[in-house]
């Protein structure tokens, strides 16, 4: 490639490549973004619980919190009432075990003391 | 001093420091579009990237620390954005003619060999085509060019000296050696 050339074909590239106007409201859909960006970076969010101011909302809230309470109040007394019969019927049945125990304990004394008196009994005969 | 007002304030801080960033905006528009469009050989991706190069130069104004600062800067994410927007894009690769004329430009000299040029360096390979427009639109020695692009900067000058000679070839094959 010759000097002469090079210098062409640069010079051509440089009229190829020279810088290009950009569009007329360019600068001014820069600024209406950064504005947007701004906007939505300093607009208040809504925390969570604002959803309560609604009158609706909260009269929902407090219906649902005052019947959860309720049932729970009243599966809980079940729940004890239940357990308390149970006991007492336990004890019941620790008391009919213990009664039925000592009648046996009586029984067997009685049927030893009838066995030991017709073996005296029988004795004394063949004497 | 429009910079001193963008350069000693942050961002978003009353009606100077909007006025300021919009005079900023119009002295730099040119230079960031045109590498753009060059570079994509499309005008509506080249405004949007362009658009984008601002935002983020507007982000990002508390740590530039002077005009200087900012035109380097300015060219350097331009030249990697190009490079993610046309890979994140996957644009179709082009053919040398059906590279879309990049908007109504003008120029002097010869229109047609203009044309085949630009057509051309759009054909080039992401790198090459890159340096080739630091080069030739801003002007760049080859230590600028290496510097805004981080390479080294042996390999700046041989991917102009090889797309000097690709184009050379080109345009010989393309209109003859009458016009070079």
Request: glycine share 4%; with cysteine; net charge positive.
């Amino acid at each position: 490639m010759t000097d002469k050339n090079l210098n062409q074909i640069e010079d051509q590239l440089k009229r190829a490549l020279s810088r290009q106007e950009a569009p007329r409201d360019f600068a001014d859909q820069v600024l209406a973004r950064v504005a947007e960006q701004h906007a939505s970076r300093t607009a208040p969010r809504n925390p969570w619980w604002r959803i309560f101011t609604q009158p609706l909302v909260r009269w929902a809230a407090i219906t649902a919190t005052a019947a959860s309470l309720v049932i729970g109040g009243i599966h809980y007394r079940n729940v004890r009432i239940e357990r308390a019969k149970g006991e007492a019927a336990k004890q019941q049945l620790m008391l009919a075990l213990r009664i039925a125990g000592s009648k046996l304990q009586l029984a067997r004394a009685r049927v030893n003391e009838i066995n030991a008196t017709q073996t005296n009994q029988s004795r004394r005969e063949e004497e | 001093m429009a910079e001193r007002v963008l350069l000693d304030h942050p961002p978003d801080t009353g009606t100077a420091f909007a006025d300021a960033f919009a005079r900023l905006v119009r002295r730099h528009q040119s230079m960031v579009f045109s590498i753009a469009l060059h570079f994509l050989a499309d005008r509506s991706a080249a405004e949007e990237l362009a658009q984008d190069v601002f935002l983020q130069l507007h982000a990002n104004l508390p740590n530039l620390k002077s005009e200087e600062h900012v035109t380097f800067w300015l060219r350097k994410v331009t030249a990697h954005r190009c490079i993610d927007f046309k890979r994140r894009r996957t644009l179709p690769q082009v053919s040398l003619e059906e590279v879309a004329e990049p908007g109504a430009l003008t120029s002097n000299g010869d229109p047609f060999l203009t044309r085949k040029l630009r057509q051309m360096i759009a054909s080039l390979p992401e790198k090459p085509r890159l340096i080739m427009i630091l080069r030739y639109q801003e002007d760049l020695g080859p230590e600028e060019i290496a510097e805004t692009l981080s390479m080294p900067v042996g390999t700046v000058k041989s991917h102009l000296q090889r797309s000097l000679a690709l184009l050379r070839e080109k345009v010989s094959r393309t209109i003859g050696e009458v016009t070079l």
